[in-house]
């Protein structure tokens, strides 16, 4: 069963084929049992035991800052991929938005070309009918002047 180093409290986490520790020594001295017991406790396991236990008390902690790490990354990760959705939604209404203005604006621009197409050839038409009666040359001016 896996401890919460820090709280040396159970995580309810079975963790197959991996050593704990047992925490005994470390909880007994929470609940305050005597220095000098548990000194003498230490020492009868020996260096190698009390160095293992130590190790596996290392490993442990450091597996448990992991596991917070990872579902921190993974709920960033979620994070991250609603961002990026959102922006490609984003990107793609400015892109339709973009084409609808470009379309727009062709569409007004051929249709001030047709307008003053149209002007011209009205114009021309005056101009030769008129065999280039001064009068009408001046009026027509006036009329493709801004």
Request: hydrophobic share 35%; with cysteine.
């Amino acid at each position: 069963m896996e401890f919460d180093a820090e709280t040396l409290r159970p995580t309810y986490r079975f963790r197959s084929g991996i050593p704990g520790s047992s925490y005994a020594l470390e909880m007994a001295a929470r609940l305050g049992l005597d220095t000098a017991v548990l000194e003498r406790s230490r020492s009868f396991l020996g260096h190698q035991q009390t160095r293992l236990e130590s190790l596996i008390v290392d490993l442990e902690a450091s597996t448990q800052r992991h596991r917070k790490e990872i579902e921190l990354l993974t709920g960033e990760r979620g994070g991250l991929a609603r961002a990026k959705e959102e922006y490609e939604m984003k990107l793609a209404a400015l892109n339709a938005e973009l084409r609808q203005t470009r379309a727009r604006a062709l569409a007004e621009a051929r249709e001030i070309i047709d307008r003053s197409n149209s002007v011209i050839e009205q114009t021309v038409r005056e101009i030769r009918e008129s065999r280039g009666e001064k009068e009408i040359i001046r009026a027509a001016e006036r009329r493709c002047s801004p």
